[in-house]
């Protein structure tokens, strides 16, 4: 049973455009909530993360927005670049097992 | 400083045949992970081993095993491969259980005909 529901499958952005990604998940115990980029032949590498007690992170170009009551929380990539091209995954956890929990990821293309 | 190592990077193995994974990292981290990574699946636990000396299951261990050989090093061995194996398996570490922020390896891409 998949405890973290992540779309779109697979996404085409223009350069320069805003990349949204959407997840939500089940589990109200969950508070840890991290993306992972991942570059092809490559290992998932920590991009940004959050906990519920705030309803939006920016690091950068990357933002994370939370919304608690909904269980859902996105990745907004602005000024997108191709650069940016890879598997971005949302996870999440909680602090009485500490697993990580995955999406099924999302194919970014940013087009130049 | 290497990070998360992993070998080998490729492996084609017959039905039933064995095989052990190898996973070593230079981070002096405690606590390690394997998991397989299967299309439209993200990524699902195997094993980890919160320290050295300790091991648990995790989400999918069916058909696994694994040793924490010593703090730097994690094995996963498939004692009797089967199709359903095929997958990229990564081996990634953390500082504690505690500390969510995990680091991977490179992966190996295994599959069994």
């Known amino acids: 049973q998949q405890q973290v529901k992540q779309s779109p499958q697979s996404l085409i952005v223009q350069k320069g455009g805003i990349s949204i990604i959407n997840c939500a998940y089940e589990?109200?115990?969950?508070?840890?909530f991290p993306w992972y980029q991942q570059f092809p032949g490559k290992g998932p590498a920590l991009l940004i993360a959050?906990?519920?007690d705030v309803s939006e992170k920016k690091e950068g170009r990357f933002t994370i927005s939370f919304n608690k009551s909904a269980k859902q929380f996105s990745l907004h990539i602005m000024d997108s670049q191709p650069g940016d091209s890879a598997t971005y995954f949302c996870?999440?956890?909680?602090?009485?097992?500490?697993?990580?929990?995955w999406g099924a990821g999302t194919k970014l293309i940013i087009k130049p | 400083n290497a990070g998360v190592t992993q070998t080998p990077k490729f492996q084609v193995l017959k039905t039933g045949q064995s095989m052990t994974l190898q996973c070593a990292q230079d981070?002096?981290?405690?606590?390690m992970y394997w998991y397989r990574q299967d299309p439209g699946m993200g990524l699902r636990l195997i094993y980890y081993?919160?320290?050295?000396?300790?091991?648990d299951k995790g989400e999918v261990p069916n058909g696994y095993n694994v040793s924490r050989l010593n703090k730097r090093e994690f094995s996963l061995r498939l004692e009797s491969a089967a199709p359903s194996q095929t997958s990229v398996y990564f081996c990634?570490?953390?500082?504690?259980?505690?500390?969510?922020?995990?680091?991977f390896g490179p992966g190996t891409r295994l599959t069994v005909t």
């Open positions: 990634a570490s953390s500082v504690h259980r505690e500390s969510y922020e995990q680091y």
């Open positions: 981070m002096n981290h405690n606590s």
């Open positions: 081993s919160a320290s050295e000396g300790t091991t």
């Open positions: 589990n109200t115990a969950f508070d840890y």
């Open positions: 959050i906990r519920p």
């Open positions: 996870a999440a956890s909680r602090d009485s097992n500490y697993q990580l929990i």
